[in-house]
């Protein structure tokens, strides 16, 4: 890994690309691998469906038509995908990634999944001698695009040291949390929290509208109070009007609450809250929503007011 630690290393700091690999490119990880090609960087890209790919091939990047081909190509390859089965699928299945990486490469899983997939891809990702890094990300797709994810590593410290430039053009901060499952857990707790703050959120628009106040004065009072955050300011004025442009999958939301509540079932933690955000958000999912933005879960609530 020293001769790839020099080559990125040169790529931040003298403009010398190195050649960098990117599994998936939709509403993350499109705007994640243009950040690297507009940096600079020699990136090799491939989707499942390649039509998503070419903005970033008429940027300068190279395509390939499976994970290998990419793995076998690049220096170090970068992997965001929806799910856990679609992570395991691209870095072990027929024509993965595992498949095209040997000792000098590097593997690095951005996607969000559990603790027990990732350590499944560590497996067989180091058995072809190659160094992995799970490194998943806080952030939607708007920080995406402006460089100001933040990173959740773990795994390889060699590697994550290596790629260190890379994750600092995709993201405004980064975090080393050390044994693989560190950052796969980080991960779910913050998505948690926010899926959770989501759903009352929603309650609390809906109930002030209810009792006869403006939710749009709601939404400025939170903004300058102790529970300011900058998701409510950023999606209360759309969801005021029943508009949900998304920038994170209500369905991915669902998903990782649903393995944030198989962690702390492997603990014996209580997350009641948790559990009954969950709820709302599988409602919310029947009712077809699923590709909407994760703030369309306040449509779940309007349906049982109306029942």
Same mark, same amino acid.
């Given at each position: 890994m020293?001769?790839l630690?020099?080559s990125?290393?040169? #790529?931040? $700091? +003298? *403009? ?7 599994l998936?490119?939709? %509403? @993350? &990880? ?23 790919c ?23 390859t ?14 072990c299945g ?30 067989h990702?180091?058995a ?5 890094l799970?490194?998943?990300v806080?952030?939607?797709k708007?920080p ?8 959740? #590593?773990a $795994? +390889? *410290?060699s590697?994550?040291?290596t ?5 600092? %053009? @995709? &993201? ?5 949390l ?6 796969a ?11 959770s ?6 309650e609390?628009l809906?109930?002030?509208e ?18 300011s ?9 759309s969801?005021?009007q ?29 997350t009641?809250?948790?559990?009954a955000?969950?709820?709302l958000y ?26």
């Amino acid at each position: 890994m020293a001769d790839l630690s020099g080559s990125l290393s040169a #790529a931040a $700091g +003298d *403009k010398l690309p190195a050649k960098v690999g990117f599994l998936g490119t939709g %509403i @993350m &990880g499109f705007p994640m691998a243009q950040n690297l090609i507009k940096a600079g960087y020699d990136v090799t890209v491939w989707n499942r469906t390649r039509s998503k790919c070419d903005p970033l091939i008429s940027l300068g990047a190279k395509y390939k038509s499976s994970p290998e081909e990419v793995a076998a190509s690049c220096d170090v390859t970068f992997a965001m995908l929806s799910d856990p089965e679609s992570a395991i699928e691209v870095a072990c299945g027929k024509h993965g990634a595992a498949r095209g990486l040997s000792s000098g490469k590097g593997y690095v899983d951005v996607s969000t999944i559990d603790g027990a997939t990732s350590k499944l891809l560590s497996q067989h990702i180091k058995a072809t001698g190659a160094l992995f890094l799970e490194a998943p990300v806080s952030g939607s797709k708007k920080p995406a695009e402006d460089g100001q994810l933040i990173f959740l #590593a773990a $795994g +390889d *410290k060699s590697l994550y040291e290596t790629v260190a430039p890379c994750l600092d %053009i @995709m &993201g405004k901060s980064r975090f080393y949390l050390g044994d693989v499952g560190n950052g796969a857990s980080m991960k779910l707790v913050v998505n948690m929290v926010m899926g959770s703050m989501m759903a009352s959120f929603s309650e609390g628009l809906l109930l002030s509208e209810k009792v006869g106040l403006d939710p749009s004065v709601l939404v400025k009072v939170i903004s300058q109070g102790a529970i300011s955050a900058p998701m409510f300011s950023m999606k209360g004025p759309s969801m005021i009007q029943s508009l949900y442009p998304t920038a994170f999958p209500l369905k991915h939301q669902q998903k990782d609450l649903r393995l944030a509540l198989g962690l702390a079932e492997s603990v014996s933690q209580s997350t009641p809250i948790a559990a009954a955000a969950n709820e709302l958000y599988k409602v919310a999912k029947s009712q077809g929503l699923s590709d909407q933005d994760f703030s369309a879960v306040i449509e779940a609530l309007k349906g049982k007011l109306q029942q």
